[in-house]
């Protein structure tokens, strides 16, 4: 009996403790498969974060690039409104971005970069944008003068700045003028023909002047090339320019900065697309109209014109000061 009793308690020991490792190795394995599970998962949650990282890394990237290339190539991207241009680029680590450049509310001014960055395995994208802004250039006036306006026919002036004029505006005819009128502009009156030359295309005359004879658009008065100017660009006028004919200056798409260096005097039809600059002074009748600006040193006598300042035109022409950002306009999607 004894034996049996000693017997039955082993057994009950070896039981025991088979049923106690069981349940040390269920657990073990549980924690060893949590582990592994976690470790997973951590896994994967790093890589997510990683490819995020990269994705919005290069969103970043994006935008500063754009920014860049706005500022490089205004002139070009500011010829359509509404723009919307797109460029593309990579980063050192594979990632990519996109860049779509966009003026909403067709204000060229203010200008729209939205940058969309994908990481190196094309798995995640992040996109932000951010407004932008540029300042006016140095000619807002549709028509700008030194001297007097003296107008008796049929006078229409757009633009949000019409008619800066360093004398008196004398008007015995139909003026329709929509914008702002600064009459007399002192400081205006006093600058020197340098000066104002200088303020308004950022050289002097002379070498505007060189520039011109260098690339062929240098004309006297009495033999211009009308036709070249379809291209666009810059022409120099020597001379007292008279027109009677049927002429354009200039495309929507391709305008032109055309400097008189002497009076102008027109009696036919003429269309300009850019910038008219006058070293003397400006006598106008028959079909006159100009699409940008118009600038006169002396008096300007017109009847029967019609001026629509176009300020993609000028700033396309003259540029303005660079894009900046616009403080609280980042946006991150």
Do not use: C
């Given at each position: 009996?004894?034996?049996?009793?000693?017997?039955?308690?082993?057994?009950?020991?070896?039981?025991?403790?088979?049923?106690?490792?069981?349940?040390?190795l269920?657990?073990?394995?549980l924690?060893?498969?949590?582990?592994?599970?976690?470790?997973?998962?951590?896994?994967k949650?790093?890589?997510?974060?990683?490819?995020?990282?990269?994705?919005?890394?290069?969103?970043?990237?994006?935008?500063e690039?754009?920014?860049?290339?706005?500022?490089?190539?205004?002139?070009?991207?500011?010829?359509n409104?509404?723009?919307?241009?797109?460029?593309?680029?990579?980063?050192?680590?594979?990632?990519?971005?996109?860049?779509?450049?966009?003026?909403?509310?067709?204000?060229?001014?203010?200008?729209?970069?939205?940058?969309?960055?994908?990481?190196?395995?094309?798995?995640?994208t992040?996109?932000?944008?951010?407004?932008?802004?540029?300042g006016?250039?140095?000619?807002?006036?549709?028509?700008?003068?030194q001297?007097?306006?003296?107008?008796?026919?049929?006078?229409?002036?757009?633009?949000?700045?019409?008619?800066?004029?360093?004398?008196?505006?004398?008007?015995?005819?139909?003026?329709?003028?929509?914008?702002?009128?600064?009459s007399?502009?002192v400081?205006?009156?006093?600058?020197?023909?340098?000066?104002?030359?200088?303020?308004i295309?950022?050289t002097?005359?002379?070498?505007?002047?060189?520039?011109?004879?260098?690339?062929?658009?240098y004309?006297?008065a009495?033999?211009?090339?009308?036709?070249?100017?379809?291209?666009?660009?810059?022409?120099?006028?020597?001379?007292?320019?008279?027109?009677?004919?049927?002429?354009?200056?200039?495309t929507?798409?391709?305008?032109?900065?055309?400097?008189?260096?002497?009076?102008?005097?027109?009696s036919?039809?003429?269309?300009?697309?850019?910038?008219?600059?006058v070293?003397?002074?400006?006598?106008?009748?028959?079909?006159?109209?100009?699409?940008?600006?118009?600038?006169?040193?002396?008096?300007?006598?017109?009847?029967?014109?019609?001026?629509?300042?176009?300020?993609?035109?000028?700033?396309?022409?003259?540029?303005?000061?660079?894009?900046?950002?616009?403080?609280?306009?980042?946006?991150?999607?």
């Amino acid at each position: 009996m004894t034996n049996t009793h000693h017997n039955k308690i082993k057994n009950q020991r070896g039981i025991t403790t088979l049923l106690i490792t069981v349940i040390l190795l269920v657990t073990v394995t549980l924690l060893v498969f949590f582990t592994a599970q976690y470790g997973i998962v951590q896994l994967k949650m790093t890589g997510n974060q990683y490819r995020s990282k990269q994705a919005y890394q290069a969103s970043e990237a994006g935008l500063e690039y754009g920014l860049a290339y706005l500022n490089q190539n205004s002139a070009t991207i500011t010829q359509n409104n509404p723009v919307n241009t797109t460029v593309s680029g990579s980063v050192a680590n594979g990632a990519t971005f996109s860049v779509t450049m966009t003026s909403p509310n067709n204000n060229t001014g203010q200008i729209t970069i939205t940058s969309t960055g994908t990481n190196g395995d094309g798995s995640t994208t992040h996109t932000i944008s951010q407004i932008t802004a540029s300042g006016s250039p140095p000619l807002t006036y549709t028509i700008t003068t030194q001297g007097s306006i003296i107008e008796s026919g049929s006078f229409t002036v757009g633009g949000t700045n019409s008619l800066d004029v360093g004398g008196s505006i004398l008007t015995s005819g139909s003026a329709n003028v929509t914008g702002t009128i600064t009459s007399p502009d002192v400081p205006l009156a006093a600058m020197t023909s340098a000066a104002l030359f200088q303020k308004i295309f950022s050289t002097t005359q002379a070498t505007e002047m060189a520039s011109a004879q260098s690339a062929g658009t240098y004309y006297p008065a009495a033999s211009v090339n009308y036709a070249q100017m379809n291209g666009g660009g810059t022409f120099w006028i020597q001379g007292n320019l008279v027109n009677s004919s049927s002429v354009t200056m200039g495309t929507p798409a391709k305008p032109v900065i055309v400097i008189v260096n002497g009076n102008f005097t027109n009696s036919g039809t003429l269309t300009v697309n850019g910038i008219l600059y006058v070293m003397g002074a400006t006598t106008a009748s028959g079909s006159f109209s100009v699409t940008g600006a118009m600038v006169s040193q002396g008096n300007i006598t017109l009847s029967g014109q019609s001026y629509v300042y176009n300020a993609n035109i000028v700033k396309q022409l003259l540029g303005g000061s660079s894009y900046n950002k616009v403080p609280g306009s980042w946006k991150d999607f």
